[in-house]
């Protein structure tokens, strides 16, 4: 699989964040992010969706396709982190103290994966949802409909509200554009409410979760990057990997 890596000083070994990117760009999106990682101390590790980048077979960009990409990619997470087990730079790379995020499809990605079994010990997502029903239908929310339509099951499957119970308490950060004209904030602080009721019912802190919030950024659509507060964004999501991997 196409794969970024980014590394502090390639010596030591180092922590690590495995990051996936949002619908219709790539990994190399915002170098910026990884500078700041590895300026903290933090390795990158960064992929291609499915259908995305430097991946073969046809562009998976559109809308109708959004569910299918996010099943193969929570499916070949796993088999990344074996590949950079058996990889030459293997012990520059901490697997024992690593990181997950991503943005938009990423994080949606992301947020499923923590559903079940895994080794990651923080997430950090951004203008995401982990409430894809509700996303993709609106019915409790003002959200407007999705420009495709979805096969049900597929969707359920894949909605990490629906599979919460798996999710093990961690360290969540999660940003978020109030005004985001793409992925509504309404459905993803249900979720947020509905993940800190389940890290109490775990008996774990509900404030390992942060939810950071903008009324507005200026980002196109409200959702493609953090525009006036890019820089802040960052500066916090630098902060909280440091934090918890560091």
Do not use: N
């Amino acid at each position: 699989m196409p794969t970024l890596l980014a590394h502090p000083d390639w010596e030591k070994p180092a922590p690590v964040m495995f990051w996936m990117h949002g619908r219709t760009v790539t990994k190399e999106l915002d170098p910026g992010r990884y500078l700041r990682w590895i300026r903290a101390g933090i390795a990158a590790v960064a992929v291609d969706l499915p259908g995305h980048g430097q991946r073969p077979g046809p562009k998976l960009h559109g809308p109708d396709t959004t569910p299918g990409v996010l099943e193969q990619m929570v499916g070949e997470i796993d088999g990344v982190l074996d590949a950079l087990r058996a990889h030459e730079y293997s012990g520059l790379y901490d697997l024992s103290r690593i990181g997950i995020g991503g943005m938009s499809a990423g994080g949606m990605v992301t947020l499923r994966r923590l559903c079940d079994e895994h080794p990651f010990c923080c997430a950090a997502v951004e203008s995401t949802t982990g409430w894809l029903s509700e996303l993709y239908d609106p019915t409790e929310t003002t959200g407007r409909p999705w420009p495709a339509a979805h096969d049900t099951e597929q969707v359920r499957r894949l909605d990490p509200m629906l599979h919460m119970d798996g999710f093990r308490p961690i360290p969540l950060l999660a940003l978020h554009s109030e005004a985001d004209e793409v992925v509504p904030i309404e459905g993803m602080a249900r979720f947020i409410e509905a993940l800190r009721g389940h890290y109490e019912a775990e008996h774990t802190d509900a404030g390992q979760i942060e939810f950071k919030t903008w009324p507005t950024t200026g980002a196109p659509s409200e959702h493609a990057g953090f525009g006036k507060v890019a820089s802040e964004a960052k500066s916090i999501q630098v902060e909280f990997l440091s934090t918890h991997l560091l």
